[in-house]
């Protein structure tokens, strides 16, 4: 009975195990495998580059093991060593080393590393091309005035069952008209007006008397139910009015219960303080986060935007800052979340039109937002637009504005969305194992955009298909990880169209499982042994591989060799014979020149006598099929 020796070579990416106990493991299952043995390829690479050898290729596959496995110091260690030797690397190479230098306290460097980055990547100032960037997104709207604007202020529009809610300083009762201090513009009160199958609107009319004081009310949002509402008010409740250190009555957000079809229990939100405004209330899809403007004392410019978890009690937990990719010196006001995780919300510090413009950016799943859009002409003027609406799934909405030719100082506007701003597509593949090209379920994939921000993460279903929604023209990182596999990083650009981009992604396990018969080179990834053309002396590339080879054959005494040198057909039949002969010859004289026993090699050249594909002599082929034909093998011929 003929009897079966294994090899498992440990490659990139490596997971801690007890190889005393998968040895018992193993021989205990199945008493064909013996005299296991269990080499760490990781540690291979490193006594490779420890005896001198530099290469950019091993220096990135150590340094990215130790990366994705999340010892940054490690693979600070390994990237700089790359980067001491080749500067020219693809650009996520300088993001991961920016990462990993943070880890050892070398910021200074980080930063450098960051922003060599954000250079190679094409990050420039946002405000560079903005005007190019509006133009391309103008167009997309049918604008009409809402037909129930006033001649006084008329602005934010909210959707309530099949009723707008918007603030209007048309009428404020009895006394008339009065105006705020700092503004020297009317109080404002919410009215509603009933929103018809063809999109028009009927009179408006009061809202509701119980939410209704003698300062401003605006901005209303309201739970999908419509048992709960969050709207803007001044600093009053209960006939009390509340002041800043310097006198002012500033914004606050209440918050108040639909009980028997009216509005009571108006309560002020805990984080609103008598010392900055706090307003324009907006709720995510799911309803667990309200964001709103405000101008505390962490914000970057004169108002920003935040977000608060409402917790499942109805409490609150603590205000965050959007950040600087919303976030301006300016002001962001009165956000809008849709139903797509998308933010829109209206600024004077991005760039724009003049006064207030709007914006959208996507909300990724780690809730951070990139990709700030200006949402281009038609709903964007010379003066300010703000307020916007939008239902995502008619494309119809609402927007306010006090530019030329409005009834008012403000006025509400109606749209049609024509064009979507985004171009989508679909990114869609397999995963699958390299080797056995079998389909692997259940693999984590993370799409990542060029910033290396976290956009989305999936898993691969039971086939191991995976889809995700893109945008168009843009790059993606696409991250697959799976336990006993390498994890591996692709980069993909997407076309600038509508439609579906393939990209599958095939995965290196761990551990490479060999047997007699079997080619140690193919567990490190080595295809050919390079000489010097028409020579065979060996150059330092073939030296970087046989040392990983001689390694293994010191860590395994009882492993031997068969070295197979093999040439294209370009050239004699003869001639290539005597080449590759050679070539093995020379292959198999390093290693014993480097301490291996020559009884444990052989070696033969097999010239063009076993070629893998079609490309023999008389045959036109590609200089990429003529070099899968040259090829060096490590045949195992014993353990």
Same mark, same amino acid.
């Given at each position: 009975?003929?009897?079966?020796?294994?090899?498992?070579?440990?490659?990139?990416?490596?997971?801690?195990?007890?190889?005393?106990?998968?040895?018992?493991?193993?021989? &205990?299952?199945?008493?064909?495998?013996?005299?296991?043995?269990?080499?760490?390829?990781?540690?291979?690479?490193?006594?490779?580059?420890?005896?001198?050898?530099?290469?950019?290729?091993?220096?990135?596959?150590?340094?990215?093991?130790?990366?994705?496995?999340?010892?940054?110091?490690?693979?600070?260690?390994?990237?700089?060593?790359?980067?001491?030797?080749?500067?020219?690397?693809?650009?996520?190479?300088?993001?991961?080393?920016?990462?990993?230098?943070?880890?050892?306290?070398?910021?200074?460097?980080?930063?450098?590393?960051?922003?060599?980055?954000?250079?190679?990547?094409?990050?420039?100032?946002?405000?560079?091309?903005?005007?190019?960037?509006?133009?391309?997104?103008?167009?997309?709207?049918?604008?009409?005035?809402?037909?129930?604007?006033?001649?006084?202020?008329?602005?934010?529009?909210?959707?309530?069952?099949?009723?707008?809610? @918007?603030?209007?300083?048309?009428?404020?009762?009895?006394?008339?008209?009065?105006?705020? &201090?700092?503004?020297?513009?009317?109080?404002?009160?919410?009215?509603?007006?009933?929103?018809?199958?063809?999109?028009?609107?009927?009179?408006?009319?009061?809202?509701?008397?119980?939410?209704? &004081?003698?300062?401003?009310?605006?901005?209303?949002?309201?739970?999908?139910?419509?048992?709960?509402?969050?709207?803007?008010?001044?600093?009053?409740?209960?006939?009390?009015?509340?002041?800043?250190?310097?006198?002012?009555?500033?914004?606050?957000?209440?918050?108040?219960?639909?009980?028997?079809?009216?509005?009571?229990?108006?309560?002020?939100?805990?984080?609103?303080?008598?010392?900055?405004?706090?307003?324009?209330?907006?709720?995510?899809?799911?309803?667990?986060?309200?964001?709103?403007?405000?101008?505390?004392?962490?914000? @970057?410019?004169?108002?920003?935007?935040?977000?608060?978890?409402?917790?499942?009690?109805?409490?609150?937990?603590?205000?965050?800052?959007?950040?600087?990719?919303?976030?301006?010196?300016?002001?962001?006001?009165?956000?809008?979340?849709?139903?797509?995780?998308?933010?829109?919300?209206?600024?004077?510090?991005?760039?724009?039109?003049?006064?207030?413009?709007?914006?959208?950016?996507?909300?990724?799943?780690?809730?951070?937002?990139?990709?700030?859009?200006?949402?281009?002409?038609?709903?964007?003027?010379?003066?300010?637009?703000?307020?916007?609406?939008?239902?995502?799934?008619?494309?119809?909405? @609402?927007?306010?504005?006090?530019?030329?030719?409005?009834?008012?100082?403000?006025?509400?506007?109606?749209?049609?969305?024509?064009?979507?701003?985004?171009?989508?597509?679909?990114?869609?593949?397999?995963?699958?194992?390299?080797?056995?090209?079998?389909?692997?379920?259940?693999?984590?994939?993370?799409?990542?955009?060029?910033?290396?921000?976290?956009?989305?993460?999936?898993?691969?279903?039971?086939?191991?298909?995976?889809?995700?929604?893109?945008?168009?023209?843009?790059?993606?990182?696409?991250?697959?990880?799976?336990?006993?596999?390498?994890?591996?990083?692709?980069?993909? &650009?997407?076309?600038?169209?509508?439609?579906?981009?393939?990209?599958?992604?095939?995965?290196?396990?761990?551990?490479?499982?060999?047997?007699?018969?079997?080619?140690?080179?193919?567990?490190?990834?080595?295809?050919?042994?390079?000489?010097?053309?028409?020579?065979?002396?060996?150059?330092?590339?073939?030296?970087?591989?046989?040392?990983?080879?001689?390694?293994?054959?010191?860590?395994?005494?009882?492993?031997?060799?068969?070295?197979?040198?093999?040439?294209?057909?370009?050239?004699?039949?003869?001639?290539?014979?005597?080449?590759?002969?050679?070539?093995?010859?020379?292959?198999?004289?390093?290693?014993?020149?480097?301490?291996?026993?020559?009884?444990?090699?052989?070696?033969?050249?097999?010239?063009?006598?076993?070629?893998?594909?079609?490309?023999?002599?008389?045959?036109?082929?590609?200089?990429?099929?003529?070099?899968?034909?040259?090829?060096?093998?490590?045949?195992?011929?014993?353990?």
């Amino acid at each position: 009975m003929k009897k079966y020796f294994t090899l498992y070579i440990a490659l990139l990416n490596l997971f801690t195990f007890n190889s005393y106990s998968q040895q018992s493991q193993l021989k &205990s299952a199945d008493k064909k495998y013996t005299n296991l043995a269990y080499i760490d390829a990781i540690k291979t690479y490193e006594r490779v580059a420890q005896k001198g050898y530099q290469s950019a290729d091993m220096y990135k596959k150590i340094g990215n093991s130790y990366y994705f496995n999340g010892e940054l110091e490690s693979a600070a260690k390994w990237y700089t060593e790359l980067f001491a030797i080749n500067t020219d690397v693809e650009p996520e190479y300088y993001f991961r080393y920016s990462q990993s230098l943070q880890s050892i306290g070398e910021n200074q460097k980080a930063n450098e590393m960051q922003q060599l980055f954000r250079q190679k990547i094409g990050i420039t100032d946002k405000s560079m091309n903005y005007l190019d960037q509006i133009k391309a997104n103008s167009g997309r709207y049918q604008i009409e005035n809402a037909g129930i604007n006033s001649k006084y202020s008329d602005y934010g529009t909210a959707k309530y069952g099949n009723k707008i809610v @918007f603030a209007t300083a048309r009428d404020t009762g009895s006394l008339s008209h009065r105006t705020h &201090s700092w503004n020297n513009q009317y109080f404002t009160n919410l009215y509603t007006s009933e929103l018809s199958e063809d999109g028009t609107l009927n009179t408006p009319k009061p809202f509701d008397e119980a939410v209704k &004081s003698r300062f401003h009310e605006a901005t209303p949002v309201f739970t999908k139910d419509g048992k709960t509402m969050y709207f803007s008010r001044n600093n009053f409740l209960k006939g009390k009015k509340g002041k800043s250190q310097d006198k002012t009555t500033l914004l606050k957000i209440y918050r108040a219960y639909a009980v028997d079809g009216l509005w009571t229990n108006v309560t002020e939100l805990p984080f609103n303080s008598d010392q900055f405004s706090t307003a324009h209330p907006a709720l995510s899809p799911d309803e667990k986060t309200l964001y709103f403007a405000s101008n505390r004392p962490d914000s @970057f410019g004169e108002s920003d935007i935040y977000k608060v978890q409402i917790n499942e009690d109805g409490s609150f937990g603590i205000p965050v800052n959007l950040g600087n990719s919303i976030n301006t010196i300016g002001r962001e006001s009165f956000p809008l979340i849709t139903e797509e995780n998308e933010i829109y919300f209206a600024s004077d510090g991005q760039p724009g039109l003049g006064g207030f413009d709007v914006f959208v950016s996507k909300i990724n799943s780690d809730g951070t937002c990139t990709d700030v859009q200006n949402v281009g002409e038609s709903v964007n003027s010379a003066k300010d637009d703000f307020a916007y609406f939008i239902d995502t799934k008619t494309r119809r909405g @609402f927007f306010s504005s006090n530019r030329s030719g409005g009834q008012g100082s403000d006025d509400i506007y109606q749209f049609l969305e024509t064009k979507r701003l985004r171009c989508e597509q679909e990114l869609y593949g397999e995963i699958t194992d390299e080797n056995s090209k079998e389909m692997l379920p259940n693999t984590t994939i993370s799409l990542y955009n060029k910033q290396f921000d976290l956009l989305n993460t999936i898993v691969s279903d039971s086939k191991g298909n995976y889809s995700l929604q893109v945008d168009c023209g843009q790059d993606y990182y696409v991250r697959a990880e799976k336990p006993e596999y390498n994890t591996k990083e692709q980069k993909i &650009s997407i076309s600038k169209l509508d439609g579906r981009t393939y990209l599958p992604i095939a995965l290196e396990k761990t551990k490479c499982k060999v047997t007699i018969g079997d080619d140690l080179g193919k567990c490190f990834g080595i295809k050919n042994i390079y000489f010097d053309f028409d020579k065979y002396n060996i150059r330092i590339e073939a030296a970087i591989d046989l040392e990983k080879i001689l390694i293994v054959l010191t860590d395994n005494p009882s492993m031997k060799l068969d070295i197979r040198s093999h040439t294209d057909s370009r050239g004699t039949f003869k001639y290539n014979e005597v080449l590759s002969g050679n070539r093995a010859k020379a292959t198999i004289q390093w290693l014993i020149k480097n301490g291996v026993n020559p009884n444990r090699l052989t070696a033969k050249g097999y010239g063009e006598n076993q070629l893998v594909n079609h490309c023999s002599d008389g045959v036109s082929c590609t200089e990429e099929e003529h070099q899968l034909n040259r090829r060096s093998e490590f045949i195992i011929t014993a353990l």
